[in-house]
């Protein structure tokens, strides 16, 4: 669901309520891993997937009902044997949806702005929703966010507060889960900072990207001097617009860490070099640049010349994105964003193996 919550966050704030789906117990093979999730809007509109086909289609049904009955359902599917042609999937295996309707009202808002807010900070944040004995019911179900130094309240079991059980459990989640605490089942999100992305320069090329990387996960930081390009009307989504007096201080304020993902993308690349002799100050995770090799190997020299490092620059990606062919600003986009979510992903399987005992 991390990847979804900067729209879902943004469409309760407007007002919209939204059914929620989510994969919540697979068995064997199936086509979309646990914790993958869908919205449907009440226009119909979709963004996500729970792996597609008629699992996908029945989802959307059941979605339509719950808009009228505002309250949720647990649906199986079983993609083996005869049921295989059925499920119109070739996984088999089985899996369970939740299906939920999400009213836009302050506690669900404040609910996810609250795993936002713990997204940005990257910090580890779960959401965990009580589920009744029923696969299906009326009226909206109860959601609770753990977080550090957060309070956390649930009375499906009837107590004022989560079990010191259950707390225990969830802190103690690294990965989606349904568990089960003292003959009660919760479902729990667990929310990981996925990176936050620092786009300077506010172009053509800049607003493909945002838009991509806020699709796939990424908090974006949109970041120039020019008002008149950096503002909602051309940047609807990302979580930051920094109208900067010049680039000469284009840093103050922000927090970069081993998790921030630097992007530069400056007009006519001319103040690239401005930006990526304060990015290299910076312990940045990600620093890229556009830019054709002559054009990097000119600003590399002057670099040189000022006193940084070749270990330094050897850290850059320039030119910035996969090697594709590619010549439009979406094309680009696709390459730079592409490489971003390599270089998240090695660095997820990094920590993941530093962590193991």
């Given at each position: 669901?991390?990847?979804?919550?900067?729209?879902?966050?943004?469409?309760?704030?407007?007002?919209?309520?939204?059914?929620?789906?989510?994969?919540?117990?697979?068995?064997?093979?199936?086509?979309?891993?646990?914790?993958?999730?869908?919205?449907?809007?009440?226009?119909?509109?979709?963004?996500?997937?729970?792996?597609?086909?008629?699992?996908?289609?029945?989802?959307?049904?059941?979605?339509?009902?719950?808009f009228q009955e505002k309250?949720?359902?647990?649906?199986?599917?079983?993609?083996?044997?005869?049921?295989?042609?059925?499920?119109?999937?070739?996984?088999?295996?089985k899996c369970e949806l939740l299906i939920e309707y999400l009213p836009a009202d302050r506690n669900t808002s404040e609910a996810f702005n609250s795993l936002l807010t713990g997204r940005r900070h990257s910090y580890?944040?779960?959401?965990?929703?009580?589920?009744?004995?029923?696969?299906?019911?009326?009226?909206?179900?109860?959601?609770?966010?753990?977080?550090?130094?957060?309070?956390?309240?649930?009375?499906?079991?009837?107590?004022?507060?989560?079990?010191?059980?259950?707390?225990?459990?969830?802190?103690?989640?690294?990965?989606?889960?349904?568990?089960?605490?003292?003959?009660?089942?919760?479902?729990?999100?667990?929310?990981?900072?996925?990176?936050?992305?620092?786009?300077?320069?506010?172009g053509h090329?800049?607003?493909?990207v945002n838009d991509l990387a806020v699709r796939v996960g990424f908090t974006t930081v949109v970041l120039d001097d020019r008002a008149e390009y950096a503002n909602r009307e051309r940047f609807a989504l990302p979580a930051e617009i920094i109208v900067l007096e010049s680039f000469d201080n284009c840093y103050n304020g922000l927090q970069i860490?081993?998790?921030?993902?630097?992007?530069i993308v400056t007009r006519g690349h001319a103040y690239d070099k401005t930006v990526l002799a304060q990015s290299l100050h910076k312990k940045a995770g990600y620093i890229g640049m556009i830019g054709s090799n002559?054009?990097?190997?000119?600003?590399?020299?002057?670099?040189?010349?000022?006193?940084?490092?070749?270990?330094?620059?050897?850290?850059?990606?320039?030119?910035?994105?996969?090697?594709?062919e590619t010549e439009t600003p979406a094309e680009i986009a696709v390459s730079i964003v592409g490489e971003l979510i390599e270089k998240r992903a090695q660095k997820r399987k990094w920590k993941s193996r530093a962590s193991r005992p």
């Open positions: 669901m991390t990847d979804l919550l900067d729209i879902i966050a943004g469409l309760l704030k407007k007002g919209e309520d939204l059914v929620l789906v989510r994969v919540i117990s697979v068995k064997g093979s199936s086509p979309r891993h646990l914790g993958s999730a869908m919205i449907v809007r009440s226009n119909g509109g979709i963004e996500g997937t729970v792996g597609g086909g008629l699992i996908e289609a029945a989802a959307m049904r059941k979605a339509v009902d719950l309250g949720f359902v647990r649906l199986w599917f079983d993609m083996t044997g005869d049921d295989l042609t059925v499920a119109d999937m070739v996984c088999g295996g580890r944040s779960y959401m965990i929703t009580a589920l009744p004995a029923a696969d299906v019911g009326i009226g909206p179900l109860e959601h609770s966010v753990l977080a550090p130094g957060s309070t956390c309240a649930t009375g499906s079991d009837g107590s004022d507060g989560l079990s010191a059980r259950l707390t225990d459990t969830v802190w103690g989640l690294t990965e989606p889960a349904l568990v089960d605490i003292e003959g009660h089942e919760f479902w729990v999100d667990v929310v990981l900072n996925t990176g936050v992305l620092y786009i300077f320069g506010a090329i800049s607003r493909e860490d081993d998790d921030s993902y630097v992007v002559r054009k990097r190997d000119a600003i590399y020299k002057a670099l040189l010349a000022d006193g940084f490092t070749a270990e330094q620059l050897e850290k850059v990606h320039c030119p910035i994105g996969l090697k594709i």
